[in-house]
């Protein structure tokens, strides 16, 4: 079981940029899958970025490619979601997730961290 702690979120003005961490901890915490999701009010969990163990495979959803860039230093355990040119759709809260397997799908990443609100004036 791997345990996933994410910091970073805040309030932001439209255009600003924020930087998200995910720090795992746990047996092989550095050689998963990791995912950033969010989930806006009343609406469901969506993939955002994903990153494989090493970096090798990155997928960007749609919405935020050219404007979101994911990395992560497996010596710090640690993934990164560097937030550029935000929009107020993206307000959310953003949640990290570890799978086993390279994967975008919600239902294959089994560990979840406890979120961190992004909220983006106008």
């Known amino acids: 079981q791997v345990q996933l702690v994410e910091s970073g979120g805040g309030l932001v003005q439209a255009g600003g940029s924020l930087r998200l961490s995910c720090v795992a901890s746990?047996?092989?915490?550095?050689?998963?899958?990791v995912g950033w999701f969010r989930q806006a009010p009343g609406k469901e969990r969506i993939f955002v970025a994903g990153i494989s163990w090493l970096g090798g495979r990155i997928d960007y959803a749609n919405a935020v490619k050219g404007r979101f860039t994911i990395s992560r230093d497996n010596a710090k355990n640690t993934v990164y979601l560097q937030m550029n040119s935000l929009k107020p759709e993206d307000t959310a809260v953003y949640y990290c997730a570890a799978a086993t397997h390279v994967t975008t799908d919600p239902g294959a990443f089994g560990s979840w961290g406890q979120g961190t609100q992004v909220t983006v004036s106008s």
């Open positions: 746990g047996r092989a915490s550095n050689t998963y899958t």
